[in-house]
């Protein structure tokens, strides 16, 4: 059993940055493979990011790559999302997920409860 806690999020203008942190409890957290979902209004959930659960492999949707930056800390229990250079069409809620095939862009079992992340233009 894995519970996950976001934080970070908020109002940021155009071009600027966010880190949000995704802080897993449990002690087999380390074990999973991890990922950022977002939903905007109106708009279907879009995968964002996965780490694996020892680091070694990340993936990134092209409407963010080299823009966003996913990292984890598996002493801390926490993985992050850098997010820079912010564009008014990030704007929507992120979730953390966990689980086996969130490697693949398909989302695990575990579910965070979001954070909004605001862009201004």
């Known amino acids: 059993q894995v519970q996950l806690l976001e934080s970070g999020g908020g109002l940021v203008p155009a071009g600027g940055s966010l880190r949000l942190s995704c802080a897993g409890s449990?002690?087999?957290?380390?074990?999973?493979?991890v990922g950022w979902f977002r939903q905007a209004p109106g708009k279907e959930r879009e995968f964002v990011a996965a780490i694996k659960w020892n680091g070694l492999r990340i993936y990134y949707a092209d409407s963010v790559k080299g823009r966003f930056i996913i990292s984890r800390e598996n002493g801390k229990n926490t993985v992050y999302l850098q997010m820079n250079s912010l564009k008014p069409e990030d704007a929507a809620v992120y979730s953390c997920?966990?689980?086996?095939?969130?490697?693949?862009?398909?989302?695990?079992?575990?579910w965070g409860q979001g954070t909004q992340v605001t862009v201004s233009s």
């Open positions: 449990g002690r087999t957290f380390s074990n999973y493979n």
């Open positions: 997920n966990a689980g086996v095939d969130v490697l693949s862009g398909a989302p695990g079992h575990y």
